[in-house]
């Protein structure tokens, strides 16, 4: 038997998207001395908004539309990614990543509840 709720399964997709970044920003670094790179990133908020909005028990989450980043110097080789965005990204992932955890268990902790609330008769 599988327990969800509405708010359970849109914090579960919040969680695959912010998963998404913090995957996207490790790539990023790790590839920080590779000629010719160009940073990647999406629009979080855009992408939570249009993950919400598709949302359907039976349809799957969606990739993020990742695209190169534009507005960031590019060194002598081609290669255009920052350590300090892409450091500040990730502390704000981490962050984002914190927060859904919290409020999920929250969640379940609530269903819990009301599961348990019988008992006590």
């Given amino acids: 038997m599988q327990l ?10 919040y969680l695959d998207l ?3 970044q913090l995957k996207l920003t490790a790539s990023n ?3 920080i001395d590779t000629p010719g790179y160009r940073t990647q990133g999406f629009d979080f908020q855009q ?4 993950e919400l909005r598709s949302m359907s028990p039976d349809e ?3 990739a993020p ?10 060194r002598p080789d081609g290669n255009n990614v920052s350590m300090d965005r892409e ?3 990730l502390a704000k992932a981490q962050l984002q990543f914190k927060l859904g955890v919290q409020l999920l268990k929250g969640e379940f902790s609530m269903i ?3 599961i348990h609330s019988g008992d006590a008769k």
Avoid: F, H, K, Y
């Fill in 87 to 89: 450091a500040l990204q």
């Fill in 29 to 31: 670094m790790a590839n």
């Fill in 60 to 62: 799957a989450t969606i």
């Fill in 112 to 114: 819990s509840s009301a």
């Fill in 4 to 13: 969800t709720t509405p708010i359970a399964e849109a914090l579960s997709r």
């Fill in 18 to 20: 912010t998963t998404d």
């Fill in 47 to 50: 992408e939570l908004a249009t």
């Fill in 65 to 74: 539309q990742v695209e190169a980043v534009d507005g960031l110097v590019a």
